[in-house]
């Protein structure tokens, strides 16, 4: 049941994998937006009950941007306590050699499109004095196989770092790094961890350290197997 202490949440990405699990956790107490590439009818069904959905394809990183705003505005509301940029591709690369489509795709989706929205909504974040929250990924060090994803992950850092000092006081903002979890987005990229996959971690787990990283407001946080055995999913501020 959604009491007064419920928080307007945006997740973009919450159609499917670490998005959606984290809309799943938190639909019961928080109101919550949900953003996708998909149209409405195709994510129907799937959705926690009384999300809203917004379609926002940040391939187009402006035009994601605006429908973004523009959906905000027409589901009433006119202030943000939480924006969870999570929406993300890869793709893998030949050899370690990624081709100009696959850099361009990745850093629009990925890095582009969340410093626009990161931009736009700016000014419904500090109405609620909110948090922004941006999905890194372990990798954003560096990674062989997916030399544009980890790119655009490490840029993903920096704009926080950057924005966390520029808009202290106002809005707290901080970046999440999580490791290999199950969802599709390896199968997506076109890379196959094979047996390796037995190790990566629920994305439900996934996405309740991510719930209690972001109830913290600490950045940069990684959301490792280490912070999973250490209690990460159980314990921790609640969101
Ligand atoms: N799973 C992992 O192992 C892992 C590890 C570290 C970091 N991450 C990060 O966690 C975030 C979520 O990943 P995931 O594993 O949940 O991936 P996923 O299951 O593939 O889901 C990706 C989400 O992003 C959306 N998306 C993809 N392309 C989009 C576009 N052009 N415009 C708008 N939305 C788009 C998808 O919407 P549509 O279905 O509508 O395309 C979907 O909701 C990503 O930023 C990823 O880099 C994941």
């Given at each position: 049941?959604?009491?007064?202490?419920?928080?307007?949440?945006?997740?973009?990405?919450?159609?499917?994998?670490?998005?959606?699990?984290?809309?799943?956790?938190?639909?019961?107490?928080?109101?919550?937006l949900?953003s996708?590439?998909?149209?409405?009818?195709?994510?129907?069904?799937?959705?926690?009950?009384?999300?809203g959905y917004i379609v926002a394809?940040?391939?187009?990183?402006?035009?994601?941007?605006l429908a973004l705003i523009g959906g905000i505005r027409d589901f009433g509301w006119d202030?943000?306590?939480?924006?969870?940029?999570?929406?993300?591709?890869?793709?893998?690369?030949?050899?370690?050699?990624?081709?100009?489509?696959?850099?361009?795709?990745?850093?629009?989706?990925?890095?582009?499109?969340?410093?626009?929205?990161?931009?736009?909504?700016?000014?419904?974040?500090?109405?609620?004095?909110?948090?922004?929250?941006?999905?890194?990924?372990?990798?954003?060090?560096?990674?062989?196989?997916?030399?544009?994803?980890?790119?655009?992950?490490?840029?993903?850092?920096?704009?926080?770092?950057?924005?966390?000092?520029?808009?202290?006081?106002?809005?707290?903002?901080?970046?999440?790094?999580?490791?290999?979890?199950?969802?599709?987005?390896?199968?997506?990229?076109?890379?196959?961890?094979?047996?390796?996959?037995?190790?990566?971690?629920?994305?439900?787990?996934?996405?309740?350290?991510?719930?209690?990283?972001?109830?913290?407001?600490?950045?940069?946080?990684?959301?490792?197997?280490?912070?999973?055995?250490?209690?990460?999913?159980?314990?921790?501020?609640?969101?």
């Amino acid at each position: 049941m959604i009491g007064s202490g419920a928080r307007r949440i945006l997740i973009t990405g919450g159609n499917a994998g670490l998005g959606l699990a984290l809309a799943k956790k938190l639909s019961g107490r928080h109101k919550i937006l949900l953003s996708g590439r998909k149209s409405k009818a195709e994510v129907e069904g799937a959705l926690p009950r009384g999300c809203g959905y917004i379609v926002a394809d940040q391939s187009d990183p402006e035009m994601a941007a605006l429908a973004l705003i523009g959906g905000i505005r027409d589901f009433g509301w006119d202030g943000l306590d939480n924006a969870v940029l999570n929406a993300g591709i890869g793709l893998a690369a030949g050899e370690g050699i990624d081709s100009t489509e696959a850099i361009r795709r990745t850093l629009d989706v990925n890095l582009a499109a969340a410093m626009l929205q990161a931009q736009a909504l700016y000014p419904l974040l500090r109405k609620n004095r909110g948090t922004l929250t941006l999905i890194g990924s372990v990798v954003h060090t560096g990674s062989a196989t997916i030399p544009a994803y980890a790119a655009s992950k490490a840029a993903l850092h920096g704009l926080a770092r950057s924005l966390r000092s520029e808009w202290k006081g106002q809005v707290s903002v901080q970046v999440l790094h999580p490791g290999p979890a199950k969802t599709e987005i390896h199968a997506k990229a076109g890379y196959d961890p094979g047996w390796i996959r037995a190790l990566f971690l629920e994305a439900g787990d996934m996405a309740s350290m991510m719930a209690s990283a972001i109830a913290s407001r600490r950045s940069p946080v990684t959301l490792s197997w280490a912070r999973y055995l250490s209690g990460g999913a159980y314990m921790g501020r609640r969101l």
